[in-house]
């Protein structure tokens, strides 16, 4: 991190409350009654004021969707394509009864949806690589149990990467205010340079990519890099665009995690001391990091199911055997679902965490 955020960074977290260091582990929530059938769900999608609460069932449906979100992938409207793959991939293990026909889909002529579909596997069908950008200028794969395996020096203050469908890379440097794809050797083959101080970079299924700036905002910007859609954040390290088409931001600076639907409006806010990162999970709650050192996961009245204690921390992964995966100052630390360490990798301070 830039020096100068840094110090501001140090100076918030001395005043903010200390971190309790018990940890709650999350009870099992009780089985949902559906009275409604995935199908029904599905034809919601098209509404815009039913759609939030059609994603909203289908995700908590989860394994029982897998087969009408996959007769799905063949609806002749894209957006309802881009929805229903959007849900696949955050369902993860749970959708692999769709790999068959993503895969399909993925080798068909029709490149919008072919791109879609490789997209959607990225998540459905994860190899179990952990990908993490390190300060140090560095893509580091590591395996389950935190041993590196790859790596690829990129200049220094890398604090963001993502492993694409098609193989390469898309990287956040900050200090030198870009957002680039990279091949697996390094190689630039896009890239997006009208930022100030750019921390995160998502690619969407549309083929856009959401950038956060803490000093500009956030953007979303189409592969020839105009501007589409863009949102003022106070001070924002990352942002999640969700498949109801809203997007969760959090706001370092306004001590609150939000999510805004595609006009601007907020529809759901948490108030949490510098808050760095937050990823909504497939039971609709909320995965949420704060720079105090501590991982919550809150459901949508705000209340805390799950919590722990880390190291100052940037970013957490929550993988699909429930596992948490957390980067912050001194490295990577895996848990287990009860809060317990089960490795720590100290390869130095760390932006960003993901499973491929």
Known sequence: MHSGLRS?????????????PAQTVQ?????????????????????????????RRLLRMGKAATKDLTRALSDPRLEIVHTVAHILRMLGADAKAAVPALKKLAAGKDKERARVARWALAG???????LVSSS???LVELDGNGK????LKQGNSLFDAERLANGNYLITIYTQRAVREITR???????????KTPMDADRLPSGNTLISDITRGLIEVDPKGKIVWEFKTQSSYQAERLPNGNTLIPEYGGNRVIEVDPKGKIVWEFKGTNCMDADRLPNGNTLITLYSGKIQEVTSKGKVVFSIKAPTAYSAHRMQNGDILVVGNTGVQRFDKSGKELWFNKLGMAG????Y
Not at 27 to 50: F, T, W, Y
Not at 185 to 195: D, H, T
């Open 136 to 138: 140090k200028g560095a």
């Open 27 to 55: 009870k099992a929530q009780k089985p949902i009654v559906h009275d409604k059938s995935a199908n029904r769900q599905i034809k919601r999608l098209e509404l815009p004021g039913k759609k939030s609460e059609a994603v």
């Open 185 to 195: 050797k390094g190689r630039i083959v896009w890239e997006y340079k009208a930022l």
């Open 148 to 151: 590196e395996t790859f790596s």
């Open 124 to 130: 459905v069908h994860p190899k179990g690589v952990i």
């Open 352 to 355: 960003s965490v993901e499973v």
């Open 8 to 20: 501001i960074a140090l100076c918030l977290l001395a005043s903010a409350p200390q971190v309790s």
